[in-house]
């Protein structure tokens, strides 16, 4: 399989001196388009920084990022941004969608930050919508909606531009059981292609059955280890 | 308009109680702004009245005058002295003074009286009712028909009363553009008549009235009239040397600048405050929508956006506002001397902008500042 995503050596810490504290050491790894790659471990175990770094929002004092074949940290801060509007797509934890929009002007955002047009980007947030099946729920304000229903805009909104790379994180932490399940199935069979690839960062072992890889993260350090080993933990 | 600045304008206006409260609070200090400042341009306006509404290119006076209402005697010499300098056309006398009136109904009435050159009638008014030349005619006396002018019981022409134990007929009704600042209504005679029927100090003429025969003929005029120790101005001059007088030898300047400044701190505060209260409430979407790939400048535009709108919303209402509150006063209080000039909008406006601009600054320096880091870490 291409590899998507190719992680080398990245090291992030903060602080100087003898107060630096590293929260990412050394951390190699490859995602391929096509798979669902897990990382998880503990809360603190850098996986949430981990994540920011592969995703372009979080600069590492050390190693490099490619994605794609593009080593996203050469680029400068405008590209960087045009790169993560175009390639790639995130899914929040607390989905971070807009009350004061509706559900469609939602997922339209990140084509809106692309200059669109607006009633274009409408028309192709709600078809979008449709996929996840909220075309119904298109001029409702998220605040209406469930939980598992704003999961799925949050998603939505994600892939509306098309992106290679889909990050969710914790994508079922503020679901129930059901839902995440759902949730996850669905993005297993609507959402993988050949042509993407989906990390998600989350500590709930119910989805695991969802994952091609996992991957562990532990005090900023990571390895990789099998499904089922996990499972019997 | 852009996409990005539709999402702006939908996540301002969208938020009801924070729109509401960062227009009420603009508009307040609009209305404030522009009530003060009107209010002193109302005042500096009525204030030179008489100078407005006689018209007269040069005024001689004595230098001590400030104000037009607080005119000192010349001597007669002096009117002679300036029709002897060679760039006036023309020089006459103004008889300008405080007269009180007996109404037909018996109560008394201050007047301010005009006694106009008796062979010119230079300064006169535009007249409403009547003929200009019945002013020739015995005790004849012209109304101004301004605010003040129901003061003087509504009168019809040929209605009488009595100044100083002189009977007085109406025997004609003007308008002139400008009322005077004091509330009391306004008379025009004839200067001969001003001085017959007024009591007068030695010398009688409140001002001269220049005219000269061209406007480069205007400084050899002033500097003559120096030359005999007597001030000549321009009518501009006069204005700006009244208004002068108020804003700075009277508390009235010095209260509305308080005012004015105070209205600006609360506009700015409530303002400013609410706006980096919404600013604070939507970082996580801010900081969102960076992660998601949005740029600092499309993240400056839209904040800019947002203040620009809700600041010239906040004028537009706080100027409607304000006219309403003068029109609706001005129902009840004929006097009210407020007058919205071109001024005091531009100089609110003025400060709108800089409520903008602070307010925005902030907003703009929180959200550049937000790591989009932040928003994966919760």
Redesign the interface.
Known sequence: MKIAIEARGVHKWFGEGDARTYAVKGVSFDACFGEILYVVGPSGSGK??M??MI?G??RPDQGTVKIDGTDIWDLP??DL??????K?G?V???F?L?P??TTA?NVA?????Q????DE?IAEARRDLDVVGLGHRADLPPVKLSGGEQQRVAIARALVSRPEILIL?EPTASLDGDTGQAILDFIRREILTEQRCIVIVTHDSRIFDFADRIVQMEDGRLKSIEREKLDAQ | M???L??AY??LV??RAKYGALLVGITFAVFLMIEMTSLFSGVLSRSSATVRNIGASIWVMDPAVQTVANSIPLPDYVLDEVRSIPGVAFAVPLYSGSALLKLSDGTYQAANVLGLDDTSLFGRPALLDGKIEDVFAENGFIAVKDSEFYKLGNPKIGAEFEINDNRGVIVGLAKVASSGLFGVPTLYTTYSRALQYIPSLRFTSSYLLVEPKSPADIPAIKARVAAIGYLALTKDEFIAQISKFYKFHTGIGTNMLIMTTISFIIGLSISGQTFYTFILENI??F??????????R?LVMMILFQAGFVSLTGFGLGVGLCALAIWTARLYLPDYAAIITWLNLVLAFLMVLIIAGASSYFGVHKVLTI???D????
Request: avoid cysteine.
């Open positions: 949430t920084t994540l920011s995703s929002i979080l801060d405008d941004a045009e790169f993560r509007l175009r790639i995130f929040f934890q607390d971070h807009f004061r929009l002007e955002v990140p084509l809106i930050l200059d669109r047009p607006w980007a994180d | 852009p996409g990005t539709r999402i939908k996540l969208n938020d996580e979407k900081g969102a929508l960076k992660a998601i790939g949005a740029k600092g499309d790591e989009p880091f928003i994966f870490r919760g």
